[in-house]
């Protein structure tokens, strides 16, 4: 993954500076370089645009008490948009402008989310951020088994401190439910 990524940041400036190289065969150098900077200015106004209605959209999520979760991905997004139009060369303009627009953002955003923003939240929360959480074993491929041979998270995969587990059901002992707290003078007590 990182060595496509790599390679794909190494690969668009040296399509831009073959395309521009090959531009100067049927274009005058000037014109060039004005299409250059006029693409990077106009592309500059669409995103200052762009950021602004995003920003707005975030206000009115978090108004609403929602997390604002595709306004943020598309604020990265023309953040990227941004730096590519500032780049001179036509690819990275082509791609800059790609990012702006939001039907292309719109496509590019749900490959991002799918690819690296969900993954990455299930790691980092063990699920809980995208509901993926298990509740009994842990999710390993023979079939919900423990990694003690039992299928619960307790000692030898009872399902518990001391019970059996059933199928969907789990039976605790009396046992689990004792609790030992200590006094303030250092004595423990039932």
Not at 152 to 176: Q, Y
């Amino acid at each position: 993954m990182a060595k496509r990524l790599i390679a794909g940041l190494l690969l668009i400036p040296l399509a831009d500076a073959l395309l521009l190289v090959a531009s100067s065969a049927f274009l005058d150098w000037r014109l060039i370089v004005a299409l250059v900077v006029l693409t990077g200015l106009l592309g500059m106004l669409a995103v200052r645009a762009e950021g602004r209605h995003t920003l707005r959209r975030i206000q009115r999520s978090l108004a609403r008490g929602e997390p604002p979760t595709d306004e943020l991905v598309d604020g990265g997004l023309l953040v990227a948009a941004g730096a590519f139009l500032l780049t001179p060369g036509f690819v990275t303009d082509v791609v800059g402008f790609l990012l702006v627009f939001p039907p292309t953002r719109r496509l590019v955003r749900g490959v991002v989310k799918s690819r690296f923003v969900v993954p990455k939240m299930d790691e980092m929360t063990g699920g809980f951020a995208t509901g993926n959480v298990y509740t009994f074993g842990f999710p390993s491929g023979d079939g919900g088994m423990g990694p003690m041979g039992g299928s619960g998270p307790g000692p030898g995969g009872s399902g518990g401190p001391s019970g059996r587990r059933d199928g969907d059901t789990v039976d605790i002992d009396e046992e689990a439910y004792d609790v030992e707290f200590d006094d303030e003078d250092g004595r423990t007590t039932d």
